[in-house]
């Protein structure tokens, strides 16, 4: 077989890279606006209600929590509402509650053009954790309400009323969103909830739960944000996890709902630093442009949400949301994994592929990834012992991409030196191997991660069909690695966001699990690592070991908290 110029392999491993930073780019949140036309959403100006509201800590039972209420109901009169406190006694909401002071909701509602039918709701509330000034936690979520309810009071009103809600008690067992269920008239009347938090104080801003029976929402999520970010895998996380905000409280009354939150510097969250200049302004404009677009499109709806089946969804690079229902997941990965037996099957009678080098392949891929797991908990434990004085690794992505970098290494070295006893196509199919087992167990057991393994298999597959096709000259022109490289898209960009994802939400406390899931992707890109198998066969696997070591030193010389 002859090998490409070293120019090509290059540009082959390059052009990865670059999907790669760009997957991590677009999980960015959009820059921020210091001021806009009315009606529209600054952040700028939602800014400074959030220097405001979080000046200090104001959990209920403080002369901080009134002064913060005073403050809402304030701003919603001077835009022109007339908000109402709704006042309740914590012990009626969970008796044997002990607080000094009544619960105190603020409610205000946009009428609007077309009397009758449902309402949308926005909900933040405005207590805030004993220790933190709530700044993020949830001041970003008051002032994205202030700031929308502003922005639709100066245009014309929407169809369906709107109705915006600042809960007290949230961090005290979601009490005031208890107090408005189970008290407040207007419950009856609300037909959508949109629910604003925060975990953390910077970062982009996700959609990560839905009520159920979700079909239709997230179609509609997807069709009017302006750059949503959301998957089926994040919520599927957030359910396996103890936490609740005020949303679980309205989607248990049968409401259906939408909860969003920035998650980034989780360790702020309920602590001392979240504060004011904590706040990412970048992403309490994304909290705003979904408050603004999605409450302008439901309230342009009649609100009958129609019960549909739950989705698998997923986002494409914060352009657009793909979604589908999750009775799919288990036919669509049976049918891929069928696919792949019969490429497997065409292949080995065609004599295209060895059997035995089929299983080289397919046994180099667990190897990699049990040597990678192995080293990359290794390392990690090691740097948290260099450093027992830190809570937070706040530059955590860079140990991330060390991690990525040595898996790399071990994994090429591995397919390396495989290839010695089988040929390229022999190894991918031993890799493909190991994905349509892994893609057809998700689609069992986890079919709302389904996505995230499905569609780079199936790319993958398209790879394989041109790889049987081509033989022996897959590698030898510019055009063959150029389709190499579009196959290997989708693989590269979902497995890097999922990795990221998982990265946000432990952090680095699974290194092991995360450059897993990093070998499993460098298992689709088998061809082009046997692109360096000839003249420098331990370029890549080298250069990669050094990327990993002195991003590993940078990492280790960066401050911690």
């Not at 409401?255 to 969250?269: Q, S, T």
């Not at 992505?397 to 898996?407: D, Q």
């Not at 986890?446 to 569609?455: F, N």
Request: glycine share 8%; aromatic share 10%; with cysteine.
């Amino acid at each position: 077989m002859r090998k490409p110029d070293n120019w090509y392999r290059l540009a082959v491993w390059l052009f990865i890279l670059a999907v790669v930073a760009l997957t991590v780019y677009r999980q960015t949140p959009p820059a921020a606006v210091a001021d806009a036309p009315p009606t529209e959403f600054a952040s700028g100006r939602a800014m400074r209600h959030v220097a405001e509201v979080g000046k200090e800590p104001h959990p209920m039972d403080s002369p901080a929590h009134d002064a913060v209420r005073d403050y809402i109901l304030g701003e919603l009169r001077r835009m022109g509402f007339a908000p109402e406190v709704q006042s309740v006694p914590p012990d009626s909401v969970s008796p044997g509650t002990v607080l000094q002071t009544d619960l105190q909701n603020i409610a205000a509602r946009l009428a609007g053009s077309q009397p009758g039918g449902k309402a949308v709701m926005l909900v933040a509330h405005y207590d805030s954790a004993r220790d933190s000034s709530g700044a993020c936690d949830d001041g970003a979520g008051v002032a994205t309400l202030l700031e929308t309810a502003r922005a639709l009071k100066a245009g014309p009103p929407p169809p369906r009323d709107v109705i915006f809600l600042f809960t007290d008690g949230e961090e005290e067992v979601l009490l005031g969103a208890k107090a408005f269920a189970a008290e407040h008239p207007w419950l009856e009347e609300v037909g959508m909830v949109l629910n604003f938090e925060a975990r953390g104080c910077k970062g982009a801003v996700y959609m990560f739960e839905t009520s159920e029976e979700n079909g239709w929402l997230v179609r509609e999520f997807g069709r009017a944000s302006p750059y949503p970010l959301a998957s089926s895998l994040m919520s599927d996380i957030y359910r396996q996890l103890s936490l609740t905000t005020d949303l679980k409280v309205f989607i248990r009354e049968g409401i259906p709902g939408l909860n969003f939150a920035f998650v980034e510097d989780a360790m702020a969250h309920h602590s001392p630093r979240d504060r004011p200049e904590a706040l990412d302004e970048r992403s309490l404009q994304h909290h705003g442009s979904y408050a603004l677009a999605l409450t302008r499109h439901f309230a342009n709806t009649d609100l009958a949400v129609p019960r549909t089946t739950n989705a698998v969804y997923f986002d494409v690079l914060g352009t657009g949301l793909i979604s589908y229902p999750r009775t799919w997941a288990l036919p669509l990965a049976a049918a891929a994994a069928l696919i792949f037996l019969g490429l497997l099957v065409y292949g080995l009678v065609r004599k295209r592929l060895k059997l035995s080098g089929v299983m080289v392949g397919f046994v180099a891929l667990p190897v990699a990834l049990g040597v990678s797991y192995f080293v990359a908990t290794f390392i990690w434990e090691a740097t948290r012992a260099m450093h027992p004085d830190y809570t937070r690794f706040s530059h955590y992505k860079i140990y991330l991409l060390a991690l990525a970098a040595v898996a790399l290494a071990i994994t090429s070295a591995v397919y390396l030196l495989a290839g010695r006893k089988a040929a390229a196509l022999d190894l991918y199919f031993g890799a493909l191997l190991v994905w349509a087992i892994l893609t057809a167990a998700v689609g069992v057991y986890r079919p709302y991660a389904s996505y995230a393994v499905l569609w780079p298999f199936v790319f993958a597959l398209a790879a394989a069909v041109f790889m049987l096709a081509q033989g022996e000259r897959a590698f030898d022109s510019p055009a063959a690695l150029a389709v190499l490289c579009v196959c290997a898209v989708p693989g590269v960009v979902l497995l890097t966001n999922t990795i990221h994802l998982i990265a946000l939400g432990i952090g680095l406390a699974r290194a092991g699990v995360l450059v897993a899931l990093a070998v499993l992707l460098y298992g689709l890109l088998v061809p082009h690592i046997s692109l360096t198998a000839a003249p420098r066969r331990w370029l890549l696997p080298a250069l990669a070991l050094l990327a990993g070591v002195v991003l590993l030193v940078v990492g280790n010389l960066q401050p911690g908290v």
